[in-house]
């Protein structure tokens, strides 16, 4: 009973503390690409972001144009999961587990490049139902969601 007892305490505290089930790194630790883990969308992830995203920066502008072709974006490929004010509330999103990131109160914690690899690579190594979007949506596209995304912080 003793051994029973300590074995159901030994899983619930890895539990707790997020025990890593061995996943790969994409980059060794103390990478200068991996982002601080204060919480929000890098605290559900392994954030350290490929080399070929790592350090991009958005070369377009953000402006009112940019913000309302990404809520088009927004609305037609991403609402249905993350909800409509991006809360990830949506309707689609109920069944997911993972479930979807509540993207207006955390996307303030995650840099561009994170956003434009998740954006672009979909689930990847995080096994959830994001899908990829680099062969849907084109550079400037993903960018302007970016610019939408950014226009929820709460």
């Given at each position: ?35 601080d883990g204060t919480g929000g ?114």
């Open positions: 009973m003793k051994r029973f007892t300590f074995f159901v305490l030994l899983i619930i505290l890895l539990t707790a503390c997020g025990f890593n089930s061995g996943e790969k790194d994409l980059q060794p630790p103390g990478s200068s690409t991996e982002i969308l890098e605290a559900r992830h392994d954030t350290r972001i490929p080399a070929q995203y790592a350090g991009k920066g958005d070369p377009t502008s953000t402006d009112e144009e940019s913000i309302a072709r990404g809520a088009a974006i927004y609305a037609a490929n991403c609402a249905s999961c993350h909800g409509e004010s991006g809360m990830g509330d949506g309707p689609a999103g109920a069944a997911l587990n993972p479930a979807p990131a509540a993207l207006a109160t955390s996307i303030s914690t995650v840099e561009d490049d994170y956003l434009f690899w998740r954006i672009s690579e979909g689930s990847g190594p995080f096994n959830s139902a994001m899908p990829a979007w680099k062969s849907a949506l084109d550079e400037q596209s993903r960018w302007d969601l970016i610019h939408f995304l950014r226009s929820l912080e709460q």
